[in-house]
């Protein structure tokens, strides 16, 4: 099994910054990739930003240029940088980590709340 670790949402007021975690735990060998998608309540839940073991990188269009995701491999932990935050980013930020012990598995935290303010 393996858990999801992630922190650092809150309330920031439009123009600011905050930086989510997350730490993924438990039994695997290595993870793939970890990404970050967004869910705003009643609606799909859709990519933020995904970065690989080999550091390939993508980004929705709606945050290029202003969020950046890293990865500490060693800590197994992936970090996003939101910058500029605008108000239609407010949502509940989900981790997720494909991990690999006898097959791939797709693992997912259980949210953190951003919450822009105008």
């Known amino acids: 099994q393996v858990q999801l670790l992630e922190s650092g949402g809150g309330l920031v007021q439009a123009g600011g910054s905050l930086r989510l975690s997350c730490a993924a735990s438990?039994?695997?060998?290595?993870?793939?990739?970890m990404g970050w998608y967004r869910q705003i309540s009643g609606e799909r839940r859709e990519l933020v930003a995904t970065?690989?073991?080999?550091?390939?990188?993508q980004y929705a269009d709606s945050v290029k240029g202003r969020f950046t995701i890293s990865r500490d491999n060693a800590n197994n932990t992936v970090y996003l940088q939101m910058n500029s935050l605008k108000p239609e980013d407010t949502a509940v930020y989900y981790c997720?980590?494909?991990?690999?012990?006898?097959?791939?598995?797709?693992?997912w935290g259980k949210g953190t709340l951003v919450t822009v303010s105008s």
């Open positions: 970065i690989t073991n080999g550091d390939f990188i």
């Open positions: 997720r980590a494909d991990v690999f012990l006898f097959r791939i598995s797709t693992y």
């Open positions: 438990g039994s695997f060998l290595r993870i793939n990739a």
